[in-house]
């Protein structure tokens, strides 16, 4: 069964630095990778996704992932972190199960920004 | 596209009491999951339906829950005898299979209360 790790409970970062939060998978084939990302009381926005090809991915409001197969990872990064990037973000990885492409989640990092 | 919309927002129920949420997908996705999730967790998965089919239940979903799709549109998920454990936010995402990409879209939720 697939599987996946957030590390990082929760994150602190400056506005104006960089960030990246961390993402293990364990999937016994080519897993397909998500990032997603909750305000309080919301949904989930994908952010980005990976299913084949180039391991770096861009995504959307600055954010790219790289797929790192050797080491099961989707880390997720930023340059430059704005205020408003404040939130929950999950890690997901889905499988396809015929037709099924339901996800499994991490338990999520929470981003704080300090002025 | 509208989006995926649920209703209600907010749920307080008793103890006991049966609650009926509506999640109306994207119009052109066959596609439709239910998760939930809990404080501090990532989404688990409960459902999928394909088109009106159900085709795949988590373990998670007890002889409580029931959800329906019976027009292959919206979706019901119905909890019966609510336990204060059936507390959480509930998800709705649909996708579309004719487009391969793999992407749920997600709605803002119901979060149910059991007092």
């Known amino acids: 069964a697939q599987s996946v790790t957030q590390p990082d409970i929760h994150i602190t970062v400056s506005e104006g630095a960089s960030l990246e939060l961390r993402c293990n998978y364990s999937y016994g084939a080519t897993p397909y990778l998500f990032w997603y990302v909750q305000s309080p009381g919301q949904g989930l926005q994908l952010l980005l996704k990976y299913f084949s090809g180039d391991t770096l991915v861009q995504g959307i409001k600055g954010f790219e992932a790289e797929f790192k197969r050797s080491q099961s990872s989707f880390n997720l990064r930023k340059p430059s972190v704005h205020w408003s990037d404040a939130a929950e973000y999950f890690c997901a990885v889905g499988a396809e199960n015929f037709g099924n492409e339901k996800l499994t989640f991490g338990t999520g990092t929470r981003l704080t920004i300090i002025p | 596209d509208t989006g995926v919309s649920q209703d209600p927002r907010h749920k307080i129920t008793k103890r006991g009491q049966n609650v009926t949420f509506r999640c109306d997908p994207i119009?052109?996705?066959?596609?439709l999951y239910w998760y939930r999730q809990t404080l501090g967790q990532g989404p688990e998965f409960l459902t999928y339906f394909q088109n009106e089919a159900q085709l795949e239940k988590s373990r998670l979903l007890s002889d409580r829950f029931s959800a329906e799709r019976p027009k292959g549109s919206f979706s019901t998920l119905e909890i019966q005898r609510t336990e204060q454990g059936d507390s959480a936010m509930y998800l709705c995402a649909s996708s579309s299979s004719v487009r391969i990409s793999y992407e749920q879209y997600f709605g803002p939720g119901t979060r149910l209360t059991v007092t």
């Open positions: 119009s052109e996705h066959n596609r």
